[in-house]
């Protein structure tokens, strides 16, 4: 089996760059962000502080998460409801960087992202997929980008979808949910020491893909 570890901060690219090749190259995108949204989620609408570790501890065992493949895109569901599209507000990202802090969140999302990885090849985008998930992994790549390019993509994202959004406020919930995701004492997110670092500050959308295409190509064809 090929498992491709794809880690970084928020706003580097990694989902749209990992869907994207995933695609091209056969293997099954996991977006594991979007199962700590989904907890995120489900914490909110039961109103419960994503930051309470045994309020959010407790909800876990009526939380069943599906993700399938439709129409070569991946779909998640939380208790039988489709929340593809509803885990990508922004509210919900801070609430996943805050539940996903929690020891006992992580180890509910561990064995199912492991399990994954067993039976098909799989590129997996994350924090810890390269630290935790998956130390053995065909290829880890560090994927991150300078806060303010980060943020400018964001922005460029959120108008594009006709959503008014202000500089200032966008960079500084990336530098946020950075700090957040960077210094959690379970799986923080940091570079593991075999992955090999991909910095996109400089490089547009179609440079990123191709640089990192061909660094799974390599990896894939060295198996
Ligand atoms: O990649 P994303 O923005 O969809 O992730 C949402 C949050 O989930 C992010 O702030 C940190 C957390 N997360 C995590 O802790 N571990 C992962 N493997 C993936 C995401």
Known sequence: MISIA????????????????????????????????????????????????????????????????????????????????????????????????????????????????????????GRDIGTVVLPNATLKVFLTAAPEARAARRLAELRAKGEPADPDTVLADILRRDEQDTHRAVAPLRQAPDAVLLDTTALDFEQSFAALKTLVQRAAAGQ
């Open 6 to 125: 794809i880690d970084g901060p928020s706003g580097a690219g990694k989902s749209t760059l990992a869907r994207r090749l995933a695609a091209e190259l056969g293997y099954v995108y996991v977006d594991t962000g979007a199962m700590y949204r989904a907890i995120g989620l489900y914490a909110l609408r039961q109103g419960a502080d994503p930051a309470d570790p045994d309020a959010v501890a407790a909800l876990l065992p009526a939380i069943r998460l599906q993700l399938r493949c439709q129409a070569g895109a991946q779909r998640l569901s939380l208790n039988g409801e489709d929340v593809t599209e509803a885990v990508r507000a922004e509210q919900v990202g801070m609430a996943a960087s805050a539940v996903s802090a929690h020891p006992a969140v992580r180890a509910f999302l561990l064995e199912t992202q492991r399990g994954m990885a067993r039976s098909q090849d799989v590129l997996m985008d």
